[in-house]
Structures are given as C-alpha cells and as structure tokens.
Nanobody, 127 residues
Framework: QVQLVESGGGLVQAGGSLRLSCAAS????????MGWFRRAPGKEREFVGA????????YYADSVKGRFTISRDNAKNTVYLQMSSLKPDDTAVYYC????????????????????WGQGTQVTVSS
C-alpha cells in the first residue's frame, strides 16, 4: 500500500504560480504511476495530469497543457505539479493518486483506475 499527502496549496492571484507536492510513504513508490486530479465546487472530479512510473512520459488535460508540469523524484518518493499562469477556473481541491505499474497506462485520465488517493490540497486563484 501507499499513503499520499499533498501540500503546497494556497491563495494566489491570477497569472501567478504554485507548486504542489505529493509525498508518498513506502519503498515502492517508483512502481506506481501517479496522477493529479481536481474538484471544483459543484463540479465533478476531473483529470489534470499524470506521469508514468519512470517519469519518462507525462499526460495533461487540454485545459492545463502548456501551463502545468508534472514531475517526480523517485528517490524522494514525491511527485510535483508545477502550476503557472493560473486562472480563476483552476480553483479547486487538488488530489494526487497512485496506481500500481502496468505496461498499459492508457486509462491515466480515469479516477476509478487509481487505487490510492491523498486528502487533497486547496488551490484558490483570485481574479
């Protein structure tokens, strides 16, 4: 099993930047693909981005492509979400999630394909 703890959320003005971190427990972090999701008030949880176990491949939702960057440091058991050019529409609770390694990772955008979730961190972007 793996436990996930997000941090780095906060209040930022539109156009600003934040970096979220997700720290994982356990010694097998490198064997998990990792995803970031968010849930805005009154909306469904939505995919933000994902990264394969090795960090070699990343995926992004169209709404954040070019503004957000996912990376991971397997030595530190941590995955990051660097967010730039933030917009009020990015306001949400952000969650990281983990799924055990499989060669096929085509469902990276589906929340139900992830087994472990953090508690979330609030990001608020003011206009």
């Amino acid at each position: 099993q793996v436990q996930l703890v997000e941090s780095g959320g906060g209040l930022v003005q539109a156009g600003g930047s934040l970096r979220l971190s997700c720290a994982a427990s356990g010694r097998t972090f490198s064997s998990y693909h990792m995803g970031w999701f968010r849930r805005a008030p009154g909306k469904e949880r939505e995919f933000v981005g994902a990264i394969r176990w090795s960090g070699g491949t990343t995926y992004y939702a169209d709404s954040v492509k070019g503004r957000f960057t996912i990376s991971r440091d397997n030595a530190k058991n941590t995955v990051y979400l660097q967010m730039s050019s933030l917009k009020p529409d990015d306001t949400a609770v952000y969650y990281c999630a983990a799924t055990p390694f499989t060669y096929y990772y085509g469902n990276y955008y589906r929340p139900n394909d992830y087994d472990y979730w953090g508690q979330g961190t609030q990001v608020t972007v003011s206009s």
